[in-house]
Nanobody, 126 residues
């Protein structure tokens, strides 16, 4: 059973950068999807970035495209989310998730993931 632990969150000013890490214990094969989600209190969890580990195919929500980059480090069993040009609307709890790949590609849709980390808070001030 894979377990995930996020880190790297914090408080930054608008325009700043953060890199989130998601350490995975347990084996994650090439046929897995990993994704980053975020959630603001009172709102649904939003998928922001996803990657197919084996194919390296990525996808991003329109709200972060061009600013965020998802990347895996297989040697360290870690998933990263590089966040540049942060905006106050990026403030949220960020979660990573992992799932076996069942579709032709990977999607950052909450219902497709059963294994989640505990989250790390990102706060961006204006």
């Amino acid at each position: 059973q894979v377990q995930l632990v996020e880190s790297g969150g914090g408080s930054v000013q608008a325009g700043g950068t953060l890199r989130l890490s998601c350490g995975a214990s347990g084996y994650i094969s090439r046929n897995y999807c990993m994704a980053w989600f975020r959630q603001v209190p009172g709102k649904e969890r939003e998928g922001v970035a996803v990657i197919w580990i084996g194919g390296g195919v990525t996808d991003y929500s329109d709200s972060v495209k061009g600013r965020f980059t998802i990347s895996p480090d297989s040697a360290r069993n870690t998933l990263y989310l590089q966040m540049n040009d942060l905006k106050p609307e990026d403030t949220a709890m960020y979660y990573c998730a992992v799932s076996r790949k069942y579709d032709t590609t990977c999607y950052a849709i909450e219902s497709k993931y059963k294994t989640w980390g505990q989250g790390t808070q990102v706060t961006v001030s204006s």
